[in-house]
Structure formats: structure tokens, C-alpha cells
């Protein structure tokens, strides 16, 4: 069974910057797509940015685009969101996710398993 587990959270200023990690394991991530995800008190889960396993495709929320960077070390079997330039409203509680057949957009239904997620909060 795979599984993905975030880490890096916590608590930043305005402009600050932090960096999410996703540890996935349990399978061959060859053909994944990895997603990031998030979703704040009272709102719905919202995409962020995803990235294929195999040639590194990437795609981004219009919110984060500039600020956000998504990438994977194979190696590792790690996938990363490099976010700068915070603002308060990216106070959220930030998802990793995978889809087997290696879809990798915004949709969050297609993907298949889900980390417990990790809480990212920005300070005015």
C-alpha cells in the first residue's frame, strides 16, 4: 500500500519562506503523479501544485505561481514545495498526494492515496 507522509510545517512571517517534504513509499513511483494540496478553516480542499514522477512535468495554482516550487529527488522518494514569498492567506493545512496512473492536475478525485497533511501558517 502506498503511502505519502509531509513534514517541514510550522509557523512563519509575511514573506517568509518554508519547505514542505512528502516521504512516499510502498510502491514503484515510477508512473506517480504527486500532488500538493491544501485547505483552510471552513474552505475546500484546494490544488496547489503537481509534478510527474518520471519526466518532472509541473503545474501550478495561479495563487502560488512565482512563489512556489515543486520538485522530486527519485533517488529519495521525496517530493518538495519550496514556498517563499508567503502570505497569510497561505495558512492552510498542506496535503501531499499520489495518483498511480500518473495523473498529476488539479482535480483532487483521480488521486489515490493521501498524506495527513501538515499545518502551514503565515503571520501578518
Known amino acids: 500500500q502506498a503511502q505519502a507522509v509531509e513534514s517541514g510545517g510550522g509557523l512563519v512571517q509575511a514573506g517568509g519562506s518554508l519547505r514542505l517534504s512528502c516521504a512516499a513509499s510502498g510502491r514503484t513511483f515510477s508512473s506517480y503523479g504527486m500532488g500538493w494540496f491544501r485547505q483552510a478553516p471552513g474552505k475546500e480542499r484546494e490544488f496547489v501544485a503537481a509534478i510527474t514522477w518520471s519526466v518532472g512535468n509541473t503545474v501550478y495554482a495561479d495563487s502560488v505561481k512565482g512563489r512556489f516550487t515543486i520538485s522530486r529527488d527519485n533517488a529519495k522518494s521525496m517530493v518538495y514545495l519550496q514556498m517563499n514569498s508567503l502570505k497569510p492567506e497561505d495558512t492552510a493545512v498542506y496535503y501531499c498526494?499520489?495518483?498511480?496512473?500518473?495523473?498529476?492536475?488539479?482535480?483532487?478525485?483521480?488521486?489515490?492515496?493521501w498524506g495527513r497533511g501538515t499545518q502551514v501558517t503565515v503571520s501578518s
Open positions: 498526494a499520489a495518483n498511480f496512473g500518473g495523473y498529476f492536475g488539479s482535480d483532487k478525485r483521480p488521486y489515490d492515496a
